[in-house]
Every structure is written in C-alpha cells, then in structure tokens.
C-alpha cells in the first residue's frame, strides 16, 4: 500500500495500519483490550505523535486509539470526506439590515486541515452562507478580513487597527458590525473597543465559538446568528459579546464589553456578566433587554474614535510570598503602569512596600483591583490597604482586573499625567465602574447542596 493513503501516520500507529491493511479515510472496526471501535480512520496531524490511530465516530467526535491496545482491525469499507465548506452567492434583499462582519482570525465557521490538525476558518460571505444558510434570512452580510491570528496574539496593534475600521464602517452606514474572535482573549477586545469606540449608533458585537465547526456540539452557527441578529435588528448600540446563554441552545447572552469574562475552558457557556447582569437575552428572531439602561441605536453617523494604548502596563496576580524584584524588574523595564489584583479587599505583603514606594516615585500608575473578580477595592478598612494609598497605590472599585489592565493601557495612551490619569481611570467610561452590585450580580452555584441540586435538576439536559 502507498505511503500517501496513510496520511500523517507514522511510527508504530503506521506499522498496525500497514499490518492490516486499513487506509486513512477508510471505514474501520478496531477490536481493542478496552472494547471494540467503529468509525472513519482520518488522518493524523504533522506534528502528532505515532502511538495512537484517530477515529471519527458515528456520533461526529473523534478518539484516539491507543496502538498497544489494538489487537484486531478490518476496514469495511472507504469513502474519502471532503471538508471543503460550500460556498454559495450570499444574496442580497432590499430592506434587510447591512451587516459586516470583521475577521480577526476566530474560528466561527470552519472546517478541519487533517494534514496539519489546524482549523481552517471559512470566511467570505459566500462559505459562511453554505456553513450558515439562515442569515440569509436575518441581513445582507459582507466581510472583511481584518487579521488571521489567535486569539492570544491579539494586542494593541489590532485593537486600534479595529477601532478605526470600525468608524470606517459607521461612517461609511453600515446597520452593524459583528466582530469575529478566539474566545480566550475576546473579553480584554471588548473592554478595548468599549473605550476606543464610544458612542456608537449602531451594535457592534463580538462572536467566537468554544468548539469548531466540524464537531456535532458546535456553537458557532447559533452564536453567529444571534449575532447577525443583535448587529441588525437591536436597539442596544454597545459594544457587547454574544455568546451562549445556558449550555443548551435555548438563548445567547449579550455581555456588556467592561464586565463580561471567560469564566471556563470548555463549556459553551463560558462567558459570564461579573458583578452585574447582562445586558439582554438573544433568539434567533429576538433581543430582549434584562438591563433598563443602555445606549440605544441612533440613525445618525457620530462616533467618537480614540485609538491610543501605552504597551508598557502589566497586571500583577499577588501571590504570599511576592517578592519585591517582581515590582522592580517592571520599573527597570521602563513600565509605566501596573494593575495589581489583590488579595481581599485590595492587599499585597509588606515585603512589597518599598517596591512600590520605589516605583511611584518614578511615576509608575499603580492602581489595585481585586483577584476575588466580585466585590469592590476598600483599602480604608484595615492598615495595609491605608498604608499602600500613601505609598501611590489607587483604589480601582469593582473594575476586573483585565479590564483596568486595558484601561489603563487606553489612559497611558493619552496622558502620562498623574491628576488625569487618575481622573479617566476612575470616570466610567461604560459601567467598568459601577455604583453598587445587584443582588443578583453575584450569584455562585455550588453543587451537592440539596435546593441547588433541585434547582439545577428543572435546567439541565
């Protein structure tokens, strides 16, 4: 058998395949020490190791088969997939909301490279209306890519770059504006919009998905409908982040910018409001408000766009035992900023204080969040939180600490002096900042306690 029919494949996983004469793409019954397997062999990544044969089972997910375990195999039959996305004409109709979508390298709509394991996004109006044929129904969608990067790798450079694309577009008329997006780092995008882009007309809303498009749990074709949705149809003109409300597919929530978090790894439903409610619950013909107080959508074209970022802040996760060189190696590094999330109501060692007497001096911005993500900075309360103000340290509220990590990256952009600084970290530009936390801002379930458990037990399906 040719080499070229085991694509990827290579070591002791190539050996069994060779052994008994099963092809990649192959459909394939492996009898294993831990049970028997049915499903399409498919091939394996460059970089992957060669002890395990990959399988695509009936159900659309694909495992691993370890190759010490395989003691049989048969291939029953071969049909070579084909993951090319269809790419039909996005039509156009007179009347429906103009929409577009910028692409910063999420994966919303996608197919697999098994050669290289890499997820492949589909992108043009065209691909996204063969992944997703009912936004055609919702808008008139186009597209530009603006970045093709993880999420990780997204910075001030693409923040700005955004920004002013953005008032581009609202000048330009568009209706909305979907934003496309990892979702590991979506909600420091967010925030950053939120003060570069202020006092939109229109929706702009970012969108990604936990898991690509080629796996049966998928979220991405729902989350970018109620995107496509919100972006041409709502009245709330914020920036916002739409993903899934509940881990089934009943609704999304829209998150306002400053105070949404990706609050798990894996679960759909991974962005969560912090210390407040979300804005609105959207379905795919929906948007209904649960905040009585937004900016609402405008017909005319104002927008102010202030596209400034200092790269040199840091943010600080206070640890016992800090020491003080983690302070001093930013000041000698020439920061200007640091955001510190401490402990309790804003608290760090007091082996840290001559750091951070050294560090004002210099003008380094230091202001305190707090690592608990719910609850507000109260430094009056006990002598450290007193002594660390005098020594520079200023109270940050209820700001989450990447949120006036971004903030202060936006203020430093502007102005390196300490009142205004100070003044525009501490003037909510968007709720970063708010007067109190509703009751029901906070809420933390906790398993195995009999009245959670019931009342998990009326959601979960």
């Known amino acids: 058998m040719s080499e070229d029919i085991f694509q990827g494949y290579k070591g002791k996983a190539l050996e069994i395949l060779k052994k008994y004469n099963v092809r990649v793409w192959g459909l394939a019954q492996i009898q294993t020490s831990r049970g028997n397997f049915s499903g399409t062999v498919l091939p394996r990544s460059e970089t992957d190791d060669d002890k395990h044969i990959v399988l695509k089972i009936i159900t659309g997910y694909n495992i691993g088969i370890d190759t010490a375990t395989i003691l049989d195999m048969k291939e029953t039959g071969y049909q070579k997939a084909n993951y090319k996305i269809p790419e039909k004409e996005f039509p156009y109709t007179k009347g429906k909301p103009n929409v577009k979508l910028l692409g910063t390298g999420g994966t919303i709509a996608s197919r697999l490279d098994y050669r290289t394991g890499a997820v492949i996004p589909a992108f043009s109006p065209g691909e996204l209306y063969g992944a997703v044929p ?134 759909r439903s991974t962005f969560r409001t912090i210390g407040d409610v979300p804005l609105a619950t959207v379905r795919r013909g929906s948007v209904t408000p649960i905040k009585k107080e937004y900016n609402h959508r405008r017909k005319d074209r104002k927008v102010k766009i202030l596209p400034y970022f200092e790269e040199k802040v840091a943010i600080v996760y206070y640890y016992p035992n800090m020491q003080p060189d983690m302070i001093d190696s930013l000041v000698d590094n020439g920061y200007k900023g640091i955001i510190i999330a401490g402990t309790g109501l804003g608290h760090i060692n007091k082996p840290l204080y001559p750091a951070i007497d050294r560090a004002t001096k210099k003008g380094v911005h230091i202001f305190m969040t707090v690592q608990t993500l719910w609850g507000y900075v109260n430094m009056f309360v006990y002598d450290t939180g007193r002594d660390l ?73």
Not at 218 to 230: I, Q
């Open 389 to 461: 103000m005098d020594k520079g340290i200023i109270p940050g509220e209820n700001m989450i600490p990447e949120i006036a990590y971004i903030k202060l990256g936006w203020v430093l952009g502007q102005t390196n002096d300490p009142e205004e600084v100070r003044r525009l970290m501490l003037t909510p530009i968007n709720d970063e900042i708010t007067s109190k936390e509703p009751y029901n801002g906070y809420l933390i379930y906790q398993g195995g306690v009999p009245e959670v458990e019931d009342f998990i037990k009326r959601f979960r399906k």
């Open 134 to 267: 009912e936004l055609a129904d919702i808008c008139n969608l186009t597209t530009e890519k603006l970045f093709a990067v993880f999420s990780e790798n997204m910075g001030p450079e693409q923040y700005k770059a955004l920004a002013i694309a953005i008032g581009k577009e609202i000048e330009n008329g568009i209706d909305g504006i979907i934003i496309g997006h990892g979702t590991d780092t979506l909600s420091h995008t967010a925030a950053a919009l939120t003060f570069m882009v202020q006092n939109s007309p229109v929706p702009i809303v970012l969108v990604g998905s936990q898991r690509s498009s080629d796996r049966p749990s998928s979220d991405a074709a729902l989350n970018l409908m109620h995107a496509a949705y919100t972006a041409g149809h709502s009245d709330i003109a914020e920036v916002m982040v739409c993903m899934f409300g509940p881990t089934s597919d009943e609704y999304g929530f829209l998150h306002r910018g400053t105070r949404v978090r990706k609050m798990h790894s894996s679960y």
